[in-house]
């Protein structure tokens, strides 16, 4: 069966720090992987999608970078964090149109 | 763009009661539409979808019926238990990289 794996689960970080958040993904192969940050009030903004290894597309303009160096691993990065990168990221993956969207448990990022 | 719109939470009910929680959507072209579910501390998950119009999607007890004409995908059940408090996300599927567009969420809280 297929899993999605994503961490730390929680993570307080210094205002202007670097980030790294990984998401792998078992049993499956190409699949489609995406990024999502939940913040406190606005729902779910889609920040990057890959539909390949290398592929990265971005929706909004911000702070941070994706990266997926493997065909199940997609990282989300910053050089310099801001407070306002807090919130709740999740990291998702489809294998085909007619396929649900599965989302790990998510990181909770706190900037201070 | 495509867009989602919910009712917002949170919505407050004695268990038994029963259950609505509005979307509506703009998308063009011919959607897939969800729900998804959000425990306390966890990811999403895929509660029910319709991929045509006049589908009903149904899972759990909750339905919902993809109505084009009124552009709705409005979530439902009869009798709610205290274990489906959550988020509930309504979200739409159209266009290329299977990238979902989220509503904001609404928070169901069932009361003994």
């Known amino acids: 069966s297929q899993t999605i794996h994503q961490w730390p689960a929680t993570l307080v970080q210094p205002v202007g720090s670097p980030l790294s958040l990984e998401c792998t993904v078992e049993?499956?192969?190409?699949?489609?992987l995406y990024w999502y940050r939940q913040a406190a009030g606005r729902g779910l903004q889609l920040l990057f999608y890959?539909?390949?290894?290398?592929?990265i597309s971005s929706e909004v303009p911000q702070n941070l970078s994706a990266s997926r160096p493997q065909d199940r691993q997609f990282i989300l990065s910053s050089k310099k964090l801001l407070l306002s990168d807090s919130g709740f990221y999740l990291c998702?993956?489809?294998?085909?149109?007619?396929?649900?969207?599965?989302f790990g448990n998510g990181t909770r990022l706190t900037v201070t | 763009g495509n867009s989602v719109t919910q009712m917002e939470g949170p919505v407050t009910l004695s268990e038994e009661a029963f259950l609505t929680i509005n979307c509506t959507y703009t998308?063009?072209?011919?959607?897939?539409l969800f729900w998804y579910v959000q425990y306390p501390g966890e990811g999403l998950q895929l509660l029910l979808k319709?991929?045509?119009?006049?589908d009903k999607g149904s899972n759990k007890g909750f339905e919902a019926t993809y109505r084009k004409e009124t552009t709705s995908f409005h979530l439902e059940k009869g009798s709610v238990q205290v274990s489906d408090s959550a988020v509930y996300f309504c979200?739409?599927?159209?266009?290329?990289?299977?990238?979902?567009?989220f509503g904001t969420g609404t928070q169901l809280k069932v009361e003994l």
């Open positions: 998308a063009t072209g011919y959607p897939s």
């Open positions: 890959s539909v390949g290894i290398g592929q």
């Open positions: 319709a991929t045509k119009a006049d």
């Open positions: 049993g499956t192969s190409n699949p489609n």
């Open positions: 998702a993956w489809i294998r085909d149109h007619n396929s649900p969207l599965h």
């Open positions: 979200a739409l599927s159209a266009g290329g990289g299977n990238k979902l567009t």
